[in-house]
């Protein structure tokens, strides 16, 4: 396909909802092997993300919680086009950019690539790489973890600049000094000259952190993907980071989705609630509502075990029995059951989906709707 014909992405295309995204799956086939070649064993595959969807509306705030390993960072990585689903649709600004980060797959790792019994095809986008570039302009994430993240040769105004060199914002140096130097003290590392010629090393944990904010933040983006950003920062800091994504959404309209296992974080400045069990969101709803009335076990179970300060208003913990299942031998029936307390026979056979508990509020339990 020619560049002349391929679509290209809108800014303007405003709509009821910013994000999109339906049944999103992403998979990770296992190498067999020689002797697993040999025998022609079934190929196996982890469920990573495993038929997501959710809605992100304009300057709204959305929360992915769970534990390490349910597929909140995966989906993350695919909504950012770092991996590319196996299905799905996400749709930004009304387009769909499922297959944006796509690259063509030769003959030869087709070959080898084979996906729940299909063969993985060479495909390419139908986007031109100055649509990708677009995209990265509007969408932007603050990764985890800033040791790995971060340049160790390059200064702090270097990494906070770069975006402005590599999508050619200006070239005027007083323009991108004033750009980079803002972006870092809204990222909290205030005056910006006393680190704008510092190395990686010579910042902590949490000053790192902050400065890959504030590269995120000197595009400007509408939409900011932020996977677990304040796991580095002390917890005195952690208020005002969250403060600081909650005041960006009120000035700038962005719109985040905050990644997290904390729902004590994702309680105190979200709209809105995902908790994700093995790749699936077994609960979505007003921030309010779930946590005041949650309706799923792993969620009753989850919020259980915040610690709370006031003894006289301490839950009772529920403590699940048993490990995580194997995202490659998932259960059968709901999977969740084999670590549930409330689990009973339709539980084993029957795989509940989504359903609306209340208004806004939907939970994959076979019992979300039953009274208590």
Do not use: W
């Amino acid at each position: 396909m020619d560049s002349e014909a391929a679509p290209t992405l809108s800014e303007g295309n405003e709509g009821e909802y910013l994000l999109e995204v339906e049944d999103l799956c992403k998979y990770f086939p296992l190498s067999r092997g020689v002797l697993g070649t040999l025998r022609n064993l079934p190929r196996r595959t982890v469920h990573a993300v495993d038929g997501v969807s959710f809605t992100l509306k304009p300057g709204e705030i959305l929360a992915l919680v769970g534990e390490s390993g349910c597929g909140k960072t995966t989906t993350a990585m695919t909504l950012m086009g770092l991996l590319v689903a196996d299905s799905g649709t996400i749709r930004f600004n009304g387009q769909d950019v499922t297959h944006l980060g796509e690259h063509p797959v030769s003959g030869a790792q087709a070959s080898i690539a084979p996906l729940n019994g299909q063969v993985y095809r060479g495909r390419r986008s139908v986007f031109p790489a100055a649509n990708m570039k677009q995209l990265r302009r509007q969408i932007q994430m603050v990764f985890q973890d800033p040791y790995e993240s971060l340049n160790p040769r390059a200064t702090v105004f270097e990494t906070v600049c770069e975006p402005l060199d590599v999508h050619g914002i200006t070239d005027d140096r007083e323009e991108k000094v004033e750009r980079v130097r803002n972006a870092v003290e809204d990222a909290g590392l205030k005056p910006a000259e006393a680190f704008l010629r510092r190395l990686p090393h010579e910042l902590s944990g949490g000053q790192r952190q902050r400065v890959v904010i504030a590269g995120a933040l000197v595009l400007e983006p509408i939409l900011l993907i932020a996977d677990e950003p304040v796991s580095m920062l002390d917890v005195s800091i952690r208020a005002e980071i969250l403060n600081l994504l909650e005041d960006l959404r009120r000035r700038r309209g962005i719109s985040i989705v905050y990644i997290t296992h904390d729902l004590g974080t994702a309680a105190f400045f979200t709209d809105r609630i995902g908790v994700m069990y093995l790749g699936r969101i077994v609960e979505i709803g007003p921030t309010r509502q779930v946590l005041a009335n949650p309706r799923h076990p792993y969620t009753k179970a989850l919020l259980s075990v915040i610690p709370v300060p006031n003894p006289r208003l301490r839950r009772q913990r529920m403590i699940l029995g048993g490990e995580t299942p194997n995202p490659i031998d998932l259960p059968s029936g709901c999977r969740f059951h084999p670590r549930c307390p409330r689990v009973f026979d339709r539980c084993t056979k029957t795989d509940p989906q989504l359903s609306c508990v209340e208004p806004g509020h939907e939970a994959a339990c076979l019992l979300a709707g039953s009274p208590g």
